[in-house]
C-alpha cells in the first residue's frame, strides 16, 4: 500500500482517492480509528483535540468520556464535533485530501451511533471546488456496488457550475452501518460567478433494518 500510494501521487486525479483508501488501512473503521458501535471508553484522546457540543459551541470537553455532557439532539443523540491533531495527522482534519468538519453523535449507552463529514465551506477556494468529489470518493472506499441514488429536485433558477449540475443523495446498507451521501453542485439566483454551493456531506449511523 505505501508503494502504491507514492507511486500514484505523479497522476493528480487519483491522488485523493489513494490518500482515502491509504488513511483507512483498517476496513472496520469509518473515520480514522473510529467505527459505528463502539465504547466511547475505547477512543484514545491522543490523535483527537477540540472536543466540543455540537449544540453548545462554548462547552469545550477535555476528553471523550465528557460527551454526557453535551445535550441531546432532536434524534436522541449527542452530537460531538472533533478535529484531527495536527501531531498526528499531517494533513490535518481533513479526509482524503479535502478539508472537512467532523461529528460524531453518542447515545445513552455511551456508544458511537453515528458520524458526520461535512466538505468544510471555509476551505480554500480550490479545495471548495472539488468538494462534490469527496462523495465518489466515499463510495469508492466503501465499493461502488449496492448504492442507490436519486437527483434531488432542480429549484428554480438554479445554474450548472462549469458545465456539471449535482443535487444528489446515495445511500447503501454494509456490515449493519447505512451510509448516505448527499452531494450538491450549483449556483443559486442570487450568487455570482465566482460563488457557488459544492458541498460532500456523509452521514454513517447504524442500520435500523
Partial sequence: MKLLCRAV???P????AVQFACAQVDPSSDVGNLFIGMPIRTIPNAGYIDLSCVDDASRKLRSWSDSSEC???????????FE?????SRDGTSIAGHP??????IDDSETLAGLKIDTDPEARLY???KAFLLGAQVKSRYGSEGWTCMQRGHEA????VGGIYIRESCRKTLQRRLLVIERDLFRRPDQGRKDFVNRTQVTITRDSQ
Avoid at 445535550?71 to 464535533?81: K, Y
Avoid at 472537512?100 to 453523535?105: D, E, G, K, Q, S
Avoid at 433558477?157 to 450548472?160: C, N
Fill in 100 to 105: 472537512v468538519i467532523l461529528t460524531a453523535l
Fill in 9 to 11: 501521487m505523479a497522476v
Fill in 84 to 88: 484531527f491533531d495536527p501531531a498526528t
Fill in 127 to 129: 479545495m471548495r471546488k
Fill in 71 to 81: 445535550p441531546l439532539g432532536m434524534d436522541q443523540l449527542r452530537a460531538v464535533r
Fill in 157 to 160: 433558477g438554479e445554474r450548472a
Fill in 13 to 16: 486525479l487519483l491522488v485523493f
